[in-house]
């Protein structure tokens, strides 16, 4: 496989597993909800209405960790392997800061009131971006481990 290929690989699996991980604790709640509309008798829409609600913490955390990944994951990448400073950790600590990062300014600017819901908000973000940066981090710690060309 290329290396090319590869990274692209990575940064596929990289985004899916921190969507998922930012959208779990949400899907806790909402995978039951929508098995219960899936099997409501009564209303012959139910099964059409369930799989939006099941998967709607997916639904939206996968565009967010996507764009960060695209607005902070690839220039990290091309500034980290420029500087010759390309490890995991920065990454991962990359990840984290800007997943929580929208939610503190949305916080700070909007939202005075609802600081619990913000804060929750904060760190699926942070834990989304982190596990994202994870993914990513560890791909481009084999690369470097076994060379651009194995």
Known sequence: MTN???????F??????????AAAPGLLATVPLGVV????LDDPMGGLRAFPIMF?????????????????GIPAT??????????????????????????????????EDAPGTVAALSALGALGGGVTGWV???????????GPHA
């Open 136 to 146: 990513w981090g560890r791909h481009r710690d084999r690369l470097r481990e076994t």
């Open 56 to 72: 709607a913490p997916l639904i939206i955390a996968f565009p967010c960790v996507l764009a960060g990944s695209f607005l902070v």
């Open 4 to 10: 090319a290929a590869s990274n692209v690989l990575a």
């Open 78 to 111: 091309l500034v980290l392997g420029a500087m010759g400073k390309e490890l995991g950790q920065y990454y991962v600590a990359l990840g984290t800061l800007f997943g929580a990062l929208p939610f503190v300014v949305i916080a700070i600017l909007f939202a």
């Open 37 to 40: 509309l899936l099997f409501d």
């Open 12 to 21: 596929i699996r990289a985004v899916l597993t921190g969507s998922f991980a």
